[in-house]
């Protein structure tokens, strides 16, 4: 609880430094805006794998517990843990919910074959060893358990020419990146997950894609509505998303990466440029043993 406060911002105190996002309300608000998001994507399901009556459910890296609550509402035959480096989740939990500070970066100490179902969301930016993650995740899971992995790509793509070269978008994912890669932890998780998790063992892996347009310019209304929470989750939470990492990791000073996000916040309300994030919700089996 001993939380380190930085640029006018509270992280994480176990593993300090481990995480690049801060822990404080306005985090938490933007953790649960995108929680809504993914119910707006995923047709209002918490999940896609094909999961029947689990009895162990896993949320690795929980954040504020928001989606364990719900499985447990969801599921009350399961008992589910929620992990997290921050002890940020409520008090005021379903019996069948609760949740355990640890770093899902180490070594699991869940007994072997364990979970029906092991579930993984924006941990973008947060793993060193992408496969030495998903080798644990597979020895946790029981023969015939699912795991699901839920990413998106922090580089805004347009499907049209209103995006140009020179647009400010492709400066921003690729500083993303970059920064992610000095600090050793790879923003790209969600175009490589079905690969790592096939890789790992998992099999029946099925990906699906989805789209998050950065502000509400989609004539779909399904799509607008996700735009307009996205630009609102954007605006708020990229100084959360990037001050540390453009400081601590990137070097740069408090004043330029202010600037940076500003930049950032201006073309949020560019409605005329068709610009999305990418992302995928993969799902794959451990097989059963014969």
């Not at 649960?32 to 209002?44: G, P, V, W």
């Not at 997950?193 to 998050?212: C, H, I, L, N, T």
């Not at 990492?245 to 930049?263: D, E, H, I």
Request: with cysteine; glycine share 8%; charged share 20%.
């Amino acid at each position: 609880m001993n939380y380190r406060m930085e640029n006018g911002r509270q992280y994480h105190a176990y593993r300090d430094g481990a995480y690049w996002g801060p822990n404080d309300e306005l985090a938490k608000e933007i953790l649960d805006f995108a929680h809504h998001m993914y119910l707006l994507t995923l047709d209002n399901k918490l999940h896609l794998a094909p999961v029947e009556n689990p009895q162990a459910i896993l949320d690795v890296g929980t954040g504020t517990g928001i989606w364990a609550i719900d499985m447990a509402d969801l599921y009350p035959s399961a008992i589910v843990t929620g992990t997290d480096l921050s002890p940020i989740q409520p008090e005021w939990v379903p019996p069948n919910c609760h949740f355990e500070v640890d770093d899902v970066t180490l070594e699991w100490t869940f007994p072997p074959d364990h979970f029906d179902f092991v579930h993984i969301r924006e941990l973008f930016g947060c793993v060193p060893d992408w496969d030495f993650f998903f080798q644990q995740a597979y020895e946790h899971t029981k023969p015939g358990g699912w795991l699901e992995i839920v990413e998106h790509s922090v580089q805004p793509t347009a499907d049209d020419d209103t995006m140009g070269p020179d647009h400010f978008y492709h400066t921003w994912g690729a500083t993303v990146v970059e920064m992610g890669k000095i600090f050793g932890k790879s923003f790209t998780i969600w175009g490589e997950s079905k690969e790592r998790m096939e890789r790992a063992g998992f099999v029946d892996v099925v990906e699906v894609p989805y789209q998050w347009p950065m502000n509400g310019w989609s004539q779909d209304r399904k799509l607008k509505n996700i735009g307009r929470w996205n630009q609102l989750r954007l605006h708020e939470g990229i100084e959360g998303f990037m001050l540390r990492l453009l400081t601590q990791v990137g070097g740069w000073s408090v004043a330029r990466a202010q600037v940076f996000l500003a930049q950032m916040r201006k073309e949020l309300k560019n409605y005329k440029t068709h610009a999305y994030l990418p992302g995928t919700v993969v799902y794959g089996r451990k097989p059963l043993r014969l």
